[in-house]
């Protein structure tokens, strides 16, 4: 059962702190999406690429956030330095054709 | 994409049928609806979709107006592990996964 994986799933930092979180799409899927979840805002689009290539990324505060694709393995969104309103829920999703995304479980993220 | 309409709230009996309604005036003519949700916790899940027809999977079915300005996803035989946030997005498609513009959806709680 192919299913995409996010790591951490919890991470609790402080103010200042870099912070990465990883992405492994499903075998296969081209589109990288990640989003970001608060209860104030919902689930937002940050950035999404297709066969590695960023095509979306107006959704992230450029000046502190970045996603990579380093391989079609592995997806990459990094905040630095994070700050106390960056606290969310981020997920990854994959996909290839129109018609569905798989969403990963999220990594819970907390800076204090 | 078409912005969509949907209560933030509607409660069902186990063992009922929930119908879940989306107003989607703007939709044009290319413009699919989707549904997906998200039960606490988890990654959002695609349940269903359609252009004109209706659909029906092992999930649901999704009846859409004739003039498509709203439809309706109706859960047959709702169980307590349905209950969870229902998106209905409208969104044109291209061949290629795209993002997934979310509103605040409906949260469906199904009571024992």
């Known amino acids: 059962d192919a299913r995409v994986t996010q790591t951490p799933r919890d991470k609790v930092t402080e103010m200042g702190q870099e912070v990465t979180m990883r992405c492994q799409p499903i075998?296969?899927?081209?589109?990288v999406f990640w989003y970001r979840q608060t209860m104030m805002q919902g689930l937002e689009l940050l950035a999404y690429f297709r066969n590695r290539a960023p095509l979306d990324d107006s959704g992230m505060p450029k000046d502190r956030f970045s996603a990579e694709m380093p391989d079609a393995t592995l997806a990459t969104l990094k905040i630095q330095p994070s700050e106390p309103r960056d606290s969310a829920v981020y997920f990854c999703a994959s996909g290839i054709h129109y018609n569905e995304q798989f969403f990963g479980p999220g990594t819970r993220l907390t800076v204090l | 994409d078409a912005k969509t309409t949907q209560p933030p709230s509607m409660d069902c009996a186990e063992g009922r049928a929930a119908n879940l309604p989306c107003n989607h005036s703007?939709?044009?003519?290319?413009?699919?609806v989707y549904w997906y949700r998200q039960i606490h916790s988890q990654g959002p899940q695609y349940i269903i979709h359609g252009l004109k027809n209706n659909e029906t999977n092992e999930m649901a079915s999704l009846i859409i107006t004739e003039d498509r300005k709203s439809s309706t996803l109706i859960l047959p035989h709702a169980t307590l592990r349905d209950t969870a946030v229902y998106y209905c997005i409208v969104r044109a498609d291209s061949g290629s996964a795209r993002q997934l513009t979310f509103g605040s959806g409906t949260q469906l709680t199904v009571l024992p």
């Open positions: 703007t939709i044009s003519g290319n413009e699919y």
């Open positions: 075998l296969g899927h081209n589109t």
